[in-house]
């Protein structure tokens, strides 16, 4: 196993990001006015496209990235000096306003300036996006070009197009380059061209994804965008007291959660802000004091922060240090921190990652391990549970609890069931009331007022608009007494329910906060 002296046991964050390419179609068919919105207006293809780009850029105002730049870029199909829409690099402030000032535009304004006016070279705009790719000044691993459109054969049967589109798409692969289709018409017709465009790959990675609206859209591209993860570097230890051996792993965080961070891309001129915060070291204590409960007499215990580093200090390495194999300790509803994930690090040329993977697979068992991933602080068991996703043997790294973190509910109660008579007209009128009360789940249902207010003061001093008001979803009550008004009135009948049952007193008046009564 590994135990050269240059990989010492610190800790190393790796984040990738992957940057993504919006190609949006000016074909005539994206701006046939076929769609009506939720406000009932007219829309095309293209505006829903350019739409959907927005609500995302708008969405990401508030992401946590490491990044000063935007996490996507926007290029419309067409000639070169027409087709660069949004770029990377750009500012995301100025992208945001940008993406939202088209969107203003009407149906007929984006058709009269977008709307390709001749014939399309494919393989001249696949060049294009190699380039662009090519000039970002970034190290990164993945590269994705979003294709959006309702026209199925591009190359127009041309052979020579065809010729060239196609061998500009065969570097694809090469390059680590992505190719996803996305389809706005059920009546797309993949044989024209793109099934033997998607041949070329060695692993085709064709989708058909079909997304009518601008809705369909968003959730597409957050799922492209926004999904990002950081690796973490450590060793993984399968000898006890034995630190001389040792195999190359990596932990790796999802994160999928837009947070309401102070980082770049909430600055008007994009530069990135550090958060700086004081570094108390042995050198710099803080003290701090601890009475015993063995009377008055007794002096305080005092602790400096030197003395939290000798309690927290021990000799084990950064990593994860095996135990033993076990059964599954955990049961579900056990959950003490966030479930991270292990696998192994590419640069580990030893297989027993593999085997122990196998081992635990045949037999059932989880290991049980010591984690300890920064210096200094307390350890903690965990079990690593074995799973298969993404076509990898992976591990799943979760912490056992200690004692006094099990919160185990409480027993319940078992009465006996209340019968009640009812009618098959009761029957009917509360099933009518539920499925009026019915809608599809959508998380953005579920706001939080305070915090939305304060997203929309933050993002209106940013992109100096005007003062908006924050839109509480869940507060339309008229909209739902004039929903089930009806409803529940035969309710309120058929159970014989009166106007004046159900309702609370109203508390008496009480006098204001910090006011003195009057003498």
């Not at 992208?95 to 709307?115: A, H, M, P, R, T």
């Not at 990164?140 to 127009?156: A, C, G, L």
């Not at 891309?265 to 915060?277: F, I, M, P, Y």
């Not at 915090?451 to 839109?471: G, I, W």
């Amino acid at each position: 196993m590994a135990s050269d002296d240059e990989n010492e046991h610190t800790t190393t964050i790796n984040f990738k990001p992957s940057f993504v390419l919006i190609a949006i179609d000016t074909h005539p068919s994206m701006f046939e006015t076929r769609i009506v919105d939720e406000s009932g207006n007219e829309t095309h293809p293209f505006k829903d496209a350019l739409t959907a780009c927005y609500e995302l850029a708008d969405s990401l105002i508030f992401s946590s990235s490491r990044s000063n730049y935007n996490q996507f870029g926007v290029v419309l199909v067409d000639k070169d000096e027409k087709a660069s829409l949004m770029e990377v690099e750009s500012n995301f402030l100025d992208s945001v306003k940008l993406l939202k000032q088209k969107c203003s535009l009407s149906n007929e304004e984006l058709q009269n300036g977008y709307e390709r006016q001749g014939n399309l070279d494919l393989g001249a705009f696949f060049l294009l996006c190699k380039k662009k790719f090519k000039a970002i000044n970034a190290a990164y691993y993945k590269r994705t070009i979003i294709f959006i459109t309702t026209d199925d054969d591009p190359v127009e049967q041309d052979p020579q197009k065809r010729f060239t589109a196609l061998n500009e798409a065969k570097t694809f692969e090469a390059g680590d380059i992505t190719f996803e289709l996305v389809t706005m018409t059920d009546k797309f017709d993949y044989t024209k061209f793109y099934n033997e465009l998607f041949h070329l790959y060695t692993k085709p990675s064709l989708e058909e994804i079909l997304c009518q609206d601008k809705d369909g859209l968003v959730d597409k591209l957050s799922n492209s965008i926004v999904f990002r993860y950081t690796k973490l570097r450590y060793n993984f230890y399968p000898f006890k007291n034995d630190h001389s051996r040792y195999l190359k792993v990596m932990k790796v965080n999802f994160i999928r959660k837009a947070k309401l961070y102070n980082t770049s891309k909430a600055t008007r001129d994009g530069r990135l802000l550090k958060r700086v915060r004081d570094n108390l070291g042995v050198d710099n204590p803080n003290s701090c004091a601890f009475t015993l409960n063995m009377g008055a007499s007794v002096e305080p215990l005092q602790l400096e922060l030197k003395d939290k580093y000798d309690i927290y200090g021990n000799d084990l390495p950064l990593g994860l240090h095996l135990q033993y194999v076990s059964d599954r300790q955990t049961q579900p509803g056990f959950v003490v921190n966030e479930t991270t994930i292990l696998i192994v690090d590419p640069k580990e040329d030893l297989p027993y990652f593999g085997l122990f993977w196998q081992y635990c697979v045949d037999n059932d068992k989880v290991l049980i391990c010591i984690k300890k991933y920064k210096h200094p602080t307390e350890i903690r068991y965990v079990e690593l549970v074995p799973k298969y996703a993404n076509d990898q043997r992976l591990f799943l790294i979760v912490d056992l609890p200690y004692c006094h973190e099990l919160r185990l509910p409480k027993t319940l109660e078992t009465a006996e069931p209340k019968t009640y008579e009812t009618t098959e007209e009761q029957h009917k009128l509360v099933r009518q009331l539920i499925e009026e009360l019915s809608v599809d789940y959508d998380p953005k249902m579920l706001l939080n007022p305070s915090l939305a207010k304060k997203k929309v003061y933050v993002k209106n001093r940013l992109l100096d608009e005007l003062h908006e008001e924050a839109v509480d979803p869940t507060a339309d009550t008229e909209g739902i007494d004039g929903q089930i008004g009806n409803i529940v009135g035969e309710i309120k009948r058929a159970y014989n329910w009166s106007d004046s049952q159900g309702t609370k007193r109203k508390a008496p008046p009480t006098r204001g906060r910090g006011r003195k009564a009057a003498k």
